[in-house]
């Protein structure tokens, strides 16, 4: 693939931000489908350096437009992510400062906040939020499951809802369609299940290993009921969250075992949302974003929280000859390794950590005529800055209460000369609430005390540390020592950010 890095002697001498030239006139009528996986590492795709897996559809995005190398999650778990990629802003500024919403929680984003599918909706689309959600249900404190899940995706701007409540294998083990639980068992109250026993109150479980085979069907049914309107597909499959469940069909047709037969999985769910806008001949005006939510859980570098989980959840499979799935799932991450598979690449870290494995992820973009097909980009961007991005495109003004930490990056997507980075930095935290700042070429991990209960592996990752990723990007030497001028300059930004409420300039 060919290459746009901007040398450093001509990064200088370029005096313009990007080119003088307008990037495109504001366009209402270009349709957009974000894909966005669970738990897809840097290294899990055959078009990032994978070779124990063939990932052909989502390759094919790559050839037909353009792949990131330093794209970044707005944290390592995913509740932060998606509030991120939904609102433009930072999930640190809100009360979830740790981990990822509980499966009763309520409405995490404020229904009188600008998001993605406000801002579609206001611009005559119509939207669908298909797949995973986890970004919580109804008015609070907790959710009413046998009540309208309203407040819900509908009520932030979605004209349709299908979906996980919040993860695969999450003790709902229910699907939501717009603002109900579906397969309610009349007469009888619903309850969540426990990691002892199922739900009550269902005529029917969810069955794991036809999970993503649904939501896929699902994604399909509604592009092909869009009749010539503008969309906006919010597409996102449970692939390749814990536990693995690949269906049949997709099982021994990779070289990493029951891992790599899951991302199969997600590749052809990917391949059956292009297909159909091919088939529907409007492949050519619509702009696809393929990304994941955080990095790889790469399990010979520990495993935690949802791993364990997921491990300890009973299964409901439709197909389990000779044990195929029960006798793996668990250690389906160390096979794959075993097999010389590299979750995240040669990235240090994994979900839930404060490395680079738990943040770069793939990111690719597709926009035929516009984004210029078969190259890489090398910008730093984050998911935080899909909102900015796409009112650009389509028009509209992010105003001063939205968006907060979200950047217009419209330029590197079309490939445009920059005469310096767009963004001016970019802020992470892992699952316990660790931070680090990323600027240029210096990532800087912020040193907190921790409680006493805390795991001594979060201890550890809040220390002193300072990294090159120039130099270093599998994060092996600490520099903090050696360089006190970058470390003050990036501690004084990152109390800056937090002070003034906002990262992105209005």
């Given at each position: ?103 009763n929680a309520p409405l995490h984003i404020e229904t009188s906040r600008m998001t993605l599918p406000s801002m579609f909706k206001k611009r005559g ?142 590749d052809w769910a990917v391949g059956q949302v292009l297909n159909t806008l091919d088939k529907m001949k409007v492949s050519e005006n619509t702009l ?219």
């Amino acid at each position: 693939m060919q290459s746009n890095t901007v040398s450093r002697r001509a990064f200088l001498a370029t005096t313009a931000t990007a080119v003088a030239a307008p990037l495109f006139a504001a366009d209402t009528s270009t349709n957009v489908v974000i894909i966005l996986a669970d738990d897809l590492g840097y290294g899990d795709t055959s078009c990032y350096g994978a070779t124990k897996v063939n990932t052909p559809n989502i390759d094919r995005l790559a050839r037909e437009g353009r792949r990131f190398t330093q794209a970044y999650t707005a944290s390592s778990i995913c509740s932060p992510t998606r509030y991120a990629l939904m609102t433009g802003r930072y999930c640190w500024r809100t009360s979830l400062q740790r981990q990822v919403l509980n499966v009763n929680a309520p409405l995490h984003i404020e229904t009188s906040r600008m998001t993605l599918p406000s801002m579609f909706k206001k611009r005559g689309y119509t939207s669908a939020a298909i797949g995973k959600w986890h970004l919580g249900y109804g008015p609070g404190p907790t959710v009413d499951w046998n009540q309208p899940l309203r407040p819900g995706p509908l009520e932030l701007g979605f004209s349709y809802h299908f979906g996980v409540p919040s993860n695969h294998g999450d003790l709902t083990r229910a699907y939501v369609k717009n603002d109900t639980l579906i397969n309610r068992q009349p007469g009888v109250p619903y309850q969540v299940g426990t990691k002892k026993g199922g739900p009550k109150g269902l005529t029917q479980t969810r069955v794991d290993d036809r999970v993503n085979v649904t939501l896929a069907g699902e994604a399909v049914q509604f592009l092909q009921g869009t009749n010539g309107k503008p969309f906006f597909l919010y597409f996102t499959p449970v692939a390749v969250h814990n536990p693995v469940t690949p269906n049949k069909q997709f099982r021994g047709k990779s070289q990493a075992g029951l891992y790599g037969d899951y991302i199969l999985e997600l590749d052809w769910a990917v391949g059956q949302v292009l297909n159909t806008l091919d088939k529907m001949k409007v492949s050519e005006n619509t702009l696809v974003f393929f990304s994941s939510d955080n990095g790889g859980v790469v399990m010979s570098r520990g495993g935690q929280g949802g791993e364990r989980q997921a491990a300890e959840f009973a299964l409901n499979l439709e197909n389990d000859d000779s044990e195929s799935i029960s006798a793996h799932y668990r250690i389906a991450q160390k096979e794959a390794e075993r097999a010389g598979h590299k979750i995240v690449g040669d990235l240090r870290g994994r979900k839930h950590s404060i490395y680079e494995g738990g943040f770069r992820v793939p990111f690719i973009t597709r926009w035929p005529g516009r984004v210029p097909a078969t190259t890489t980009c090398d910008e730093v961007i984050s998911l935080t800055d899909m909102l900015a991005t796409l009112a650009k495109i389509v028009g509209e003004k992010v105003p001063a209460n939205a968006g907060e930490d979200s950047y217009d990056v419209s330029p590197a997507l079309l490939g445009r000369k920059l005469a310096k980075p767009i963004r001016e930095a970019v802020v992470v935290h892992n699952a316990e609430g660790v931070f680090a700042i990323r600027q240029g070429p210096w990532k800087l991990i912020e040193t907190r005390t921790w409680d006493e209960e805390l795991q001594s592996p979060w201890r550890k990752e809040a220390t002193n540390q300072l990294y090159n990723l120039a130099n270093d990007p599998a994060e092996t030497a600490n520099v903090w020592d050696q360089n006190p001028t970058v470390v003050k300059r990036l501690t004084a930004l990152l109390a800056k950010y937090r002070k003034q409420g906002r990262s992105a300039p209005l």
